[in-house]
């Protein structure tokens, strides 16, 4: 039962290409229970394959190697959404991308966060945790820096800033 799942984490590496997109997104625990109930769960990865701007009729049947790195990116978030949990897991979910794929997940990221569920990142990528979050953790060598509302630890830390200038040669 989807009530009962809590967290969905995203992994880096999608499973092996002798895994389809379709069981790949529906998580190897489900596998059995998928075979029983195919048409519900279809139409559940369906939804995620879709809540992340993937066309489910373009990526259903492809192996993980015949996808663009930011598709597999998605496809790992679809894995992660399907049974619909309430706190989401993501490692670095823009490292490596093209900014088409950045904005891609930034406004599925979006969706979810607007219709209530909690996004927890590992990022470097701030100016996404400034449009995505609530609060920050900053942790430098394990250690808390710290920590609270994204305003409260951005007026707390300062603004550094560089500005390189050249004489026009």
């Known amino acids: 039962d989807d009530a ?5 984490a995203v992994y880096d590496e999608l499973m092996g290409d002798a895994l389809r997109v379709t069981v790949v997104a529906t998580g190897l625990g489900q596998v059995a229970t998928a075979r029983a109930r195919q048409p519900e769960v279809l139409r559940k990865v369906c939804e995620a394959l879709e809540d992340v ?3 489910p009729l373009l990526v259903l ?3 993980p190697s015949e996808l663009s790195g930011g598709m597999r990116k998605r496809v790992g978030l679809a894995r992660a959404i399907v049974g619909r949990p309430e706190i989401l897991l993501y490692d670095e ?4 991308l093209d900014p088409v794929n950045v ?7 979006l969706e979810l966060r607007d219709r209530g569920k909690t996004l927890i990142f590992s990022t470097h990528q701030m100016e996404m945790v400034e449009e995505l979050c609530e609060s920050i953790v900053i942790i ?3 250690k808390v820096v710290v920590g609270g509302q994204v305003r ?3 007026r707390a830390m300062g603004r550094q800033v560089v500005r390189l200038a050249t004489d026009g040669a």
């Open 4 to 8: 009962n799942i809590i967290f969905g």
């Open 53 to 55: 701007n993937l066309d």
């Open 61 to 63: 049947h492809k192996l």
């Open 93 to 96: 979910p823009v490292t490596g």
């Open 103 to 109: 904005a891609l997940l930034r406004e599925a990221f």
């Open 140 to 142: 430098d060598r394990g």
């Open 152 to 154: 409260d630890v951005k």
